[in-house]
């Protein structure tokens, strides 16, 4: 997708949320356009696919964290809404790879560097992160390094 149709696919669901009157959907999606716009203002510039995805990320990071704190405090209703909104950002991200696909790029990127020990780490996850940013969950990223550099 790019940047405008990422924010056409936006625009055109919180059309139908609208129609179909699910006032909770369009707000999340109204929310998820806000996030946008105020990504474009701060940067100056229309986002480009790369820089949507990264402000659709961040959205989906906070949720998560809020999703774990609410869960914790047995605050159902506001981990319901979390995951509610999780759940409707998740549907304009790209296709997650599978731990395989993520377990062979991180040793493919390990053995590109030469990573020897924990100081090479930066160097790697510099080569991952334009790869994977938005199709991978980069804690997971950042444990699977760990693992095969200490390995």
Not at 39 to 47: H, P
Not at 124 to 150: E, F, Q
């Amino acid at each position: 997708m790019s940047d405008s149709e990422l924010k056409a696919a936006v625009a055109e669901a919180t059309k139908s949320a609208m129609k179909a009157r699910d006032k909770a959907r369009v707000g999340v999606l109204r929310l998820v356009t806000s996030e946008i716009k105020r990504a474009e203002i701060d940067g100056g510039a229309s986002l480009d696919e790369d820089a949507t995805i990264a402000v659709l990320t961040r959205m989906l990071k906070q949720r998560r964290d809020s999703l774990t704190q609410y869960t914790e405090a047995g605050r159902t209703d506001l981990a319901d809404q979390e995951a509610f909104e999780i759940g409707v950002i998740t549907e304009f991200m790209p296709a997650q790879l599978s731990d395989a696909e993520i377990e062979g790029m991180v040793r493919a990127a390990v053995e590109e560097t030469g990573a020897a020990s924990m100081a090479d780490m930066g160097k790697v996850m510099g080569v991952l992160k334009p790869k994977l940013a938005g199709k991978a969950d980069m804690g997971k990223v950042s444990a699977l390094v760990k693992a095969n550099i200490a390995s």
